[in-house]
């Protein structure tokens, strides 16, 4: 079954509003990765978190997992971060495992 | 300079042509992947490398087969391309796997007619 999904699966917001998105896996976890990718373009590294707090600028990850979850937080949204957001976990080994993506629209 | 470079950026191919797509990473990491991207089903594994000749199948690797000769490269190859093989692709580098910060580069659209 599906071993990493995340939510919302798409999401508009107001510039200037707050975003929170959720990654929750189905194993155990050995490391997490957060990805940007702008629409037509390529995965850019977010954050490399495998557990708890990790923030760089209006970005904040955290990860707790015992509750096999992780979190990108986004503040004060601005146009610029419109695009996909997808998280990446391995279980075992080298092999990355990707959800779909939450699709963020920040609007003027 | 921290780049992974993919070659060509965009291919068109008719079904049943050879397919070589082309990664080089300037990083010399270690480990090296392969992924297609499509809608509605998002990234999925091609093959994985874990060095020089040193390949292993990822979750979708029937119809595929790679290349590492040289620590740097890493070569996607398809024999007798075929129309559902048309998708975006992505290399990615990395230091000891997913234990570090993956590097993706553009992408290769291909398209097969």
């Known amino acids: 079954g599906q071993q990493v999904q995340q939510s919302p699966t798409s999401l508009v917001l107001q510039e200037g509003e707050n975003a929170e998105l959720q990654c929750n896996f189905s194993?155990?976890?050995?490391?997490m990765q957060w990805f940007y990718q702008r629409p037509g373009g390529s995965l850019i590294s977010v954050f490399y978190?495998?557990?708890g707090t990790k923030q760089s600028g209006r970005l904040t990850s955290t990860t707790v997992i015992k509750e096999r979850r992780s979190s990108l937080h986004i503040s004060s949204s601005q146009i610029t971060d419109s695009g996909t957001y997808l998280c990446?976990?391995?279980?075992?080994?080298?092999?990355?495992?990707f959800g779909t993506g939450t699709s963020l629209l920040v609007d003027p | 300079d921290m780049k992974v470079t993919q070659m060509p950026r965009y291919l068109i191919k008719r079904m049943g042509e050879n397919v070589l797509l082309e990664c080089g990473q300037d990083?010399?990491?270690?480990?090296m992947y392969w992924y297609r991207q499509d809608p509605g089903l998002g990234l999925q594994l091609i093959y994985i490398?874990?060095?020089?000749?040193?390949?292993s199948e990822g979750d979708i690797p029937k119809g595929y087969r790679v290349s590492r000769k040289k620590r740097e490269h890493f070569s996607l190859i398809l024999d007798s391309a075929k129309t559902n093989q048309t998708s975006v692709y992505f290399c990615?580098?990395?230091?000891?796997?997913?234990?570090?910060?993956?590097?993706f580069g553009a992408g290769t659209r291909l398209s097969v007619l």
């Open positions: 990615a580098s990395s230091h000891q796997g997913g234990q570090n910060t993956l590097y």
């Open positions: 194993t155990s976890l050995n490391s």
């Open positions: 978190n495998p557990s």
């Open positions: 990446a976990i391995t279980n075992m080994g080298y092999k990355l495992t």
């Open positions: 990083m010399s990491h270690e480990t």
């Open positions: 490398s874990y060095d020089v000749d040193s390949n």
